[in-house]
């Protein structure tokens, strides 16, 4: 028997090398669970200066605020909300995403009566797991018109300028959900893939942010923010991957960019699907399977920015609980031939949670990844410029704002996926992302976690954390059968 079938004969949980590169939420979750299971050797390397990924909670007004995921979705079959279920870290959301007001670029505000029966409309035609959808080819911008103006028609007469123009804020609400640039690019029968947690789908993290959530799976000490609990002396911060040989003799070698070179018995690639799909040609040595890179290329990844600006005071009046944006022809047709094209795209401003002197606004798609490259001072000016163009009060100048920009950071390139009509036509799924590289041996070398690699919760928490778990499983899977061979 050669020295190398020796000694990967000899590996065992306690010697065993596991480096996980990314420690977001899909990486951390990996990390605690594998120690869980009697693992020694695990490292985490992670691109940024801190730890959560697309979890980033900041102190900002009263207390904090989330920059990347926000909510819990749903409570039934979600690890995230059993976790902290007991732990009186959750609500529910104000209703401010139902009851905002509807305001006209020429400044009208929609009575509420006609604001109400459009939402009603349009929510309807949210397709969770319609049957309707199981034989439509077409895409989610395609059925969510055609259920509109079929449910419009049974109403009494709404004036159907009015009716266009909330369809339009409605696509633009729903693009962010899916995170799409627009619903004409969203598979409808992929969006059956998508599985919704029964119970509340907006959970708020009351004053503590999401962040909370990752200090509970690391074991953090409450009283020190900067613990890393069980995690301590595991993560490599500012340790961005530049290769990962995963077929070199009997480990795999990652380089990093500060020329620092670690090997491992087994890697778990957490990054973004954006970071993939931007460098996996040069990341991965040698290249990766046919399938795999049609899954990177197939699966779509968008853009969602936020906006939060701090007023010394609620800066909206008692009965206007938030509002969108619905855009007149005539007026749409001039902004779009100037500077502030982008705001077209910048569909709705709400309260944040415990939070009323914070107004929060949303941005998708290609609008928002132009967005992210001007200037702070740029960005305010083109929201108060909107405030002014929509509002038929006088909004006071906030005393600073904050904005995302998840599209142009190196280590992201983007917010969360989607199934898209592109991913039907390659016929690939999360199923070819999440297969594990093996050796000859079976013994998995390279592992793949992360929101992007989940079948059915894709673009969440809980779906991210879920895929940690599972590529932790799939290790001590591995390691307990070798045990019960010898």
Known sequence: MSATSLRLLSKTKQNARIVIIGAGSAGIAAGTRLLEQGFKNVLLLEAEDRIGGRIHTIPFGDNVVDLGGQWCHGEKGNVVYETVKDLDLLEATEDHYETFKCVRSNKEVLPDHIADQLKDIAFKSIPDRQTEL????????????????????????????????????????????????????????????YWLCE???????????????????????????EDLGVLKGRVLLNRRVSQINWLAEDEVIISCCNGQVITADHVICTVSLGVLKEQHKQLFMPGLPL?????????????????????????????????????????????????????????????????????????????????????????????????????PFEMPHPKRMLRTQWHANQNFRGSYTFRSTYTDELRTGAWDLEAPLLDVGG????????????????????????????????????????????
């Open 291 to 391: 399938a795999k890179v049609r899954a990177i290329e197939g699966l779509k990844l968008g853009t969602v920015d936020k906006f939060f600006l701090e007023f010394e005071h609620p800066p909206l009046p008692s009965d206007w609980p938030a509002f969108n944006c619905l855009w007149l022809r005539e007026d749409l047709d001039e902004l779009r031939a100037s500077e502030l094209f982008w705001l077209e795209s910048v569909f709705g401003f709400y309260p944040v949670s415990k939070q009323p002197r914070i107004l929060q606004g949303w941005i998708i798609g290609p609008h928002a990844r132009h967005m992210e490259t001007l200037t702070e001072e740029k960005v305010l000016e083109g929201l108060l410029w909107l405030f002014r163009k929509f509002l």
């Open 443 to 486: 013994r998995p070398r390279l592992q793949f976690a992360g929101e992007s690699s989940h079948k059915h919760y894709y673009s969440t928490v809980h779906g991210a954390v879920e895929t940690g778990f599972r590529e932790a499983n799939r290790l001590n899977t591995y390691y307990r059968s070798r045990t019960a061979q010898l």
């Open 134 to 193: 199981l034989d439509f080819t077409g895409t989610l911008g395609d059925y969510c018109n055609q259920k509109f103006w079929k449910e419009l028609a049974k109403l009494p007469p709404i004036d159907l300028t009015i009716a266009k123009e909330f369809l339009e804020i409605f696509h633009k609400f729903e693009a962010s959900v899916e995170a799409a640039d627009h619903l004409y690019e969203v598979s409808a029968k992929g969006h059956l893939d």
């Open 199 to 225: 119970g509340e789908l907006l959970l708020n993290w009351r004053d503590k942010g999401y962040k909370s959530f990752l200090r509970l799976l690391m074991k953090a000490r409450e009283d020190h923010p």
